[in-house]
């Protein structure tokens, strides 16, 4: 299965928040998922989202990665009182990633729109 795109919710009249999530961000379900299980345990380390998720360390590591980078996860280093520390994980709060959302979709709409206003059926070869 290819990954969803924000051209997956045309059609669509009740798409899911999380597949709006997926399609607008343009990352996969299961990224959508890690976000969304964040919302409910925030705090959590790769080791507990691993087993929250019933899902290997590596893809958790990896999807927490892609959501960084998304900027819809923020990573907080905490100290162990044993020494070294580990990495803490949080989802950005729902009407952060909703206005997000909003401004994502508003800009491809009106790339969409722009496309269609720039046609001119004289310039096709």
């Not at 009740?14 to 976000?35: M, N, W």
Request: net charge negative.
């Amino acid at each position: 299965m290819s990954d969803p795109e924000i051209e997956d919710l045309v059609g669509d009249v009740s798409p899911s928040f999380e597949h709006v999530l997926s399609c607008v961000f343009g990352i996969r379900d299961h990224e959508s998922r890690t976000y969304l299980t964040l919302l409910d345990h925030p705090g959590s380390t790769v080791a507990e989202l691993a087993e929250t998720l019933d899902r290997d360390r590596s893809n958790v590591n990896r999807s927490l990665s892609t959501l960084r980078d998304k900027g819809i996860v923020e990573r907080r280093r905490r100290l162990l009182d044993s020494g070294g520390y580990v990495y803490q994980y949080t989802a950005i709060p729902v009407p952060e990633a909703k206005a997000r959302l909003h401004d994502a979709l508003d800009e491809w709409v009106e790339g969409v729109h722009g496309a269609i206003d720039a046609f001119d059926p004289d310039d096709r070869e």
